[in-house]
C-alpha cells in the first residue's frame, strides 16, 4: 500500500518539524516548505496528497498559494493552520477552496484526525462513490441503490445530495451550496437550495440511514442516523 505523502507549508521550522515528526509517527510521509512559492514548486515536481498551509508566510502567502493549488487541482484536501483566528480570515480561506482551518496554537492529536477524515472524503471523490448505510450513491451513473433498488435524480439534486453526505454533520451554508452545484455566476437566487432540499426530503423520508436537517440560521447538514 502506498504511504501518502503530505506537504507542510509553513515558515516556522520548529513547528514544521513537529507537525512532521507527529504526522509521521500517524504512518504518512511529509515534506516541509517555507512559503507559497517553495510549495507549488515542490507540487509540480512531486505527488502530494495533502496540504497544510499556514497563511502568513513570505515570498507567496497561503491566500495566493491556494487561490493558485485550486486553479490547477481543485480536487487535493487544504487544511489552514493558522494563528489568524477572526472570521474574516476563516471566510477568505474558505472562499478560496480550503477544506478545514485550525487555529494556532493547534492540538497536534486533532490536527491528524482532521488530515485522516480530509484524505477519507479525498479518496470518496477519488472513487466516486459513497456508501452510508446501505444506501450507495454513484457519482458517475447519478444513481442510489439500496437493497437492490435503484433511484436515478436529476442532476442537480444528486450533487447537492452528494455533496452532503460527502462531508457528514458538516453545516453548509445555501450560498456555499449554490457556488458548489450552481455556479458563482448562476442567475439562480439560494432559495432555489429550499426547494431542491425539500424534494431530497420527499425523495428520502423513510431511508433510515441519512436525514438532511436544517440548522436554523445557518443552512443544512446531513446527519448519519
Known amino acids: ?41 515542490i507540487l509540480e515536481k512531486e505527488h502530494i496528497d495533502l496540504i ?24 487535493i484536501p487544504v487544511l489552514i493552520i493558522t494563528a489568524k483566528d477572526d472570521f474574516q480570515s476563516k471566510s477568505r480561506g474558505f472562499g478560496l477552496g480550503s477544506d478545514d482551518y485550525m487555529t494556532k496554537p493547534v492540538d497536534v492529536n486533532e490536527m491528524v484526525l482532521r488530515v485522516r477524515a480530509l484524505l477519507r472524503r479525498a ?19 447519478m444513481t442510489i441503490e439500496r437493497k437492490g433498488e435503484c433511484r436515478l435524480l436529476p442532476q442537480k439534486e444528486f450533487f ?23 455556479g458563482r455566476d448562476s442567475t439562480s437566487i439560494p432559495q432555489t437550495v429550499d426547494v431542491h432540499i425539500n424534494r431530497l426530503r420527499r425523495h428520502f423520508e423513510g431511508n433510515p440511514d441519512f436525514e438532511i436537517v436544517t440548522v436554523r440560521g445557518l443552512g443544512y447538514k446531513a446527519v448519519m442516523r
Open 52 to 75: 497544510l498551509t499556514d497563511l502568513m508566510m513570505p515570498v507567496m502567502d497561503g491566500y495566493e498559494f491556494i487561490r493558485s493549488v485550486r486553479q490547477s487541482n481543485p480536487l
Open 160 to 182: 447537492l445530495l452528494y455533496k452532503l453526505l460527502s462531508y457528514p454533520n458538516k453545516i453548509f451554508t445555501r450560498n456555499q451550496l449554490m457556488d458548489e452545484i450552481w
Open 1 to 41: 500500500m502506498r504511504i501518502l505523502k503530505l506537504l507542510i507549508v509553513e515558515d516556522d521550522p520548529k513547528l514544521c518539524q513537529l507537525y512532521s515528526i507527529v504526522l509521521n509517527k500517524a504512518g504518512y510521509e511529509t515534506v516541509c516548505a517555507d512559503n507559497g512559492q517553495m510549495a507549488w514548486d
Open 123 to 141: 479518496h470518496i471523490l477519488e472513487e466516486r462513490q459513497i456508501q452510508v448505510g446501505e444506501t450507495v450513491l454513484n457519482y458517475d451513473a
